[in-house]
């Protein structure tokens, strides 16, 4: 059984406030495959098999800005009813990647076998890298314009210009970013052995 799993740890976790109930309150509408758990102080992880989700955790702890994602992909030996107590190579996979993640680029390392991984990773960070120049301002378009406002509509709803919303959606990336998107889902659909769109 192809699976996902996603240990994250909080950066500087010593210095700054536990962020560990946030991040889990901001995925609660998330399918997890087994439901987001505390595995340590400052680490959480979660089981996936939903190629659409895992792109759902990403953008959301990518915009949060404070995790090491440990991305493993792989096989479980079994899958119990708890995250905390699964074991296999996916869960081996995860932990590697969360270790590596703490000094790689965007704080996020992909670890599998499968011819995937590494593709996947690399579309990972240059998604990483449109959403870490998108501001608040460029949020806010790209969250109406995600819950399927046209620009207009999300003109109205801002008080602004349509053309200003076309200058903030482009500043902010929202195409680049939807088209990372939908190959991040692509390859996830490869790792657990689904045929791509």
């Excluded at 102080?41 to 994602?69: C, K, Y």
């Excluded at 009813?81 to 996916?90: C, L, N, Q, Y």
């Excluded at 579309?123 to 995600?146: C, K, M, N, P």
Aim: aromatic fraction near 4%; charged fraction near 25%.
């Amino acid at each position: 059984m192809g699976l996902v799993v996603v240990t994250v740890d909080q950066r500087d976790s010593r210095t700054t406030p536990d962020r560990i109930p946030d991040a889990v309150e901001a995925l609660a509408d998330v399918p997890f495959l087994r439901a987001v758990e505390r595995t340590a102080g400052d680490e959480f992880q979660g089981v996936l098999d939903s190629p659409d989700a895992l792109a759902r955790v990403v953008e959301t702890l990518l915009r949060q800005g404070v995790w090491n994602i440990g991305i493993g992909a792989g096989d479980a030996d079994d899958l119990p009813p708890s995250t905390r107590a699964g074991r296999g190579p996916v869960f081996l996979a995860a932990r590697d990647a969360v270790t590596a993640a703490k000094s790689s680029p965007w704080h996020l390392r992909v670890v599998g076998e499968h011819p995937a991984t590494r593709p996947l990773e690399t579309t990972i960070w240059l998604w990483a890298a449109v959403l870490a120049r998108r501001t608040s301002r460029g949020w806010e378009v790209a969250d109406l314009v995600t819950e399927g406002l046209s620009y207009d509509e999300t003109g109205r709803r801002l008080g602004i210009s349509s053309s200003a919303v076309s200058q903030r959606a482009q500043a902010a990336g929202i195409v680049e970013s939807r088209r990372a998107r939908e190959l991040v889902v692509d390859l996830t659909r490869c790792l657990l052995g689904e045929e791509p769109s």
